[in-house]
């Protein structure tokens, strides 16, 4: 089982910035894939970013040029960079652990952003 705490959300003008942050706990790997959801009200939950053990990104379209998804193996840490910050991109932010081994999923509690003047 892994554990996963999002930290970083908050409020925020358009064209700002944030930086959310994921601690992982328990049996992590290096080799296992992670990445970044988010929940709009209303919106069914989305991929944002993902990021695989050998370090491969991808992004969705909305996001690409503003959002960067980096990890820490060695601090067990995944972040999210996210720069010109639009009020679309409100929306509760979740980290998700992929482990290959057992193939699980698991998620952390979220973390409220919220893009307004």
């Known amino acids: 089982q892994v554990q996963l705490v999002e930290s970083g959300g908050g409020l925020v003008q358009p064209g700002g910035s944030l930086r959310l942050s994921c601690a992982a706990s328990g049996t992590i790997s290096s080799l296992d894939s992670t990445g970044w959801y988010r929940q709009a009200p209303g919106k069914e939950r989305e991929l944002v970013a993902s990021i695989t053990g050998g370090g491969s990104t991808a992004y969705i379209d909305a996001v690409k040029g503003r959002f960067t998804i980096s990890r820490d193996n060695a601090k067990n840490m995944m972040y999210l960079q996210m720069n010109f910050l639009k009020p679309e991109d409100t929306a509760v932010y979740y980290c998700?652990?992929?482990?290959?081994?057992?193939?699980?999923?698991?998620w952390g509690q979220g973390t409220q952003v919220t893009v307004s003047s």
């Open positions: 998700r652990y992929y482990r290959y081994a057992d193939r699980s999923i698991s």
